[in-house]
């Protein structure tokens, strides 16, 4: 297992809703020992207005499952990880349902952290391929 803690999904979930990925819709679905998995709906809220998944809520979907990964491997009494980089690929066009994202490390140092994150549409193909670097720095007293 990777995580400095591992707190269960319903914990994580339950965290305060005034963030984006709340006003979104997202939700953490599983914790493995190297991964984390969580999906966000693709409707009124994460459309463009021509009716399609805009390609910022899939970025936020990624960041948001990436940043949660890094700050449970870290000692929060001493650090926090933030969002430094991310590029996103959008391969696929997504109308309806819910994607669902799963991130998993490429590389975990003491200053940064590097996440592949690849979302998926109901039909289990992938919609977009994200890399997140984070920035490990003083945690916030």
């Keep these: 297992m990777i995580w400095f803690t591992q707190p269960s999904v319903e914990e ?11 006003l979104l819709g997202i939700e953490i679905t599983e914790i493995g020992d190297d991964f984390i998995k969580g999906t966000m709906p693709v409707d009124q809220r994460t459309h463009q207005p021509v ?25 929060p009494d001493r650090n926090m990880g933030v969002g430094l980089e991310i590029n996103a690929n959008h391969l696929r066009m997504v109308k309806s349902g819910l ?24 039909a289990g193909k992938i919609t977009c391929v994200s890399r997140l670097t984070v920035a490990v720095v003083p945690a916030v007293k």
């Design 51 to 75: 009716g399609i998944l805009h390609g910022g809520a899939s970025v936020v979907l990624a960041e948001t499952l990436g940043s949660i990964a890094s700050n449970l491997v870290l000692n």
């Design 99 to 122: 994607v669902t994202g799963i991130c998993t490390p490429i590389h975990i140092g003491g200053k940064t952290h590097v996440w592949d994150i690849k979302l998926y549409n109901d």
């Design 12 to 22: 994580i979930n339950n965290r305060p809703k005034n963030h984006i990925g709340a």
